[in-house]
């Protein structure tokens, strides 16, 4: 099997014979998805707008990026929006992700990365079917400290942030039920094409479904014992062995350790470093598949103080400029010259 290196050289060098200019020809579509249903706590709302406040677009740009910024979503009130067994809040959380899937499947057809800002984890629903119409099967990596992978009926909350992978994958589709708005999902991603990345807070039932569909997962155990490096370069041969597929990321700011992202709805201890979060984006990104993101679950609300906050949204930043070359040696535009005196 070759490497995850030889890989990324080959990625490397077909992009760059067809993009003299290789960097410069990133190019990403932001989404604002400003949309809390999917779990209980208020705030979770405003992630969008902080994340673009803290500087991103022109961030994005100065290394290079094309970016197009499609803008804040809106989404229609549910009035009578009833519990559907446990599960909470279904017809806003439906009716939200198609919003959100056409909106996606139209950043790709306009050919950028998609970028999506939420908002809560419920949204990856809409942001990785509205990829997967538009570009067909995709690798998944999930970088997160808990699976998001009960089905509605293994849910202990009955919170849908907690669940939208299992709406997602073709091996659950029979232990999901009916669900009034969410008709229109058709599950479009393979168990053997999900890496999860992080893990610290498994539900019983998720542990028992990704034992029983045998998802690759890497928890903090792994990360602790192989190094985060390893675990990219398993991850990416383990993606690659097949067909290359281009990647979804998934990232829920609560995969990082809580004492550097505090302000989020359910930290949990013993997370991610910066470093190993931020080495997670610049490996995908050298693949050269990267080709849809989510930043999720940043809530100023959760934060203790002003300084929580910062850092937290400070961190996504930096984890999507990972996401789009942003390199901690530096970077150089390709056709930098030294001033002559």
Not at 276 to 286: A, K, R
Request: glycine residues 10%; hydrophobic residues 35%.
């Amino acid at each position: 099997m070759r490497s995850a290196r030889t890989l990324q050289q080959l990625a490397l060098s077909v992009s760059r014979r067809h993009h003299h200019h290789h960097h410069q020809e990133r190019s990403a579509g932001i989404i604002g998805a400003p949309f809390s249903k999917g779990q209980p706590r208020g705030g979770v709302e405003s992630g969008p707008d902080l994340i673009r406040a803290a500087g991103l677009l022109q961030r994005l740009q100065e290394q290079g990026c094309a970016v197009k910024d499609y803008g804040n979503l809106t989404f229609e009130e549910v009035a009578d929006d009833e519990p559907v067994g446990q599960v909470k809040r279904v017809r806003a959380v439906g009716g939200a992700n198609q919003r959100l899937s056409e909106a996606v499947r139209a950043v790709k057809k306009d050919g950028r990365t998609s970028v999506m800002l939420g908002g809560d984890h419920s949204l990856a629903i809409g942001s990785i079917h509205g990829h997967s119409a538009a570009v067909g099967e995709l690798s998944v990596v999930w970088v997160d400290a808990h699976a998001d992978i009960n089905t509605p009926l293994t849910s202990p909350t009955g919170n849908i942030h907690g669940q939208p992978m299992s709406y997602l994958l073709h091996e659950l589709h029979a232990k999901v039920p009916v669900l009034p708005n969410f008709s229109w999902i058709k599950p479009c991603v393979s168990a053997k094409d999900l890496v999860y990345i992080g893990l610290r807070d498994v539900d019983p039932g998720e542990h028992y479904i990704l034992k029983l569909l045998g998802v690759k997962v890497f928890s903090m155990s792994e990360v602790d014992k192989l190094g985060v490096a390893r675990v990219m370069e398993e991850t990416c041969d383990y993606l690659s062995a097949r067909v290359k597929k281009p990647i979804h990321l998934s990232y829920d700011i609560d995969a990082i350790d809580p004492s550097v992202t505090p302000a989020t709805g359910t930290p949990v201890v013993g997370g991610l470093t910066y470093r190993e979060g931020v080495y997670i984006t610049e490996h995908l990104c050298q693949t050269g598949l990267l080709s849809g993101v989510d930043l999720v679950e940043v809530n100023p609300l959760r934060g203790q103080t002003e300084q929580d906050v910062r850092s937290t949204v400070s961190t996504a930043v930096d984890l999507l400029l990972g996401c789009f070359g942003r390199r901690r040696e530096g970077n150089h535009p390709t056709d930098y010259l030294l001033p002559e005196p």
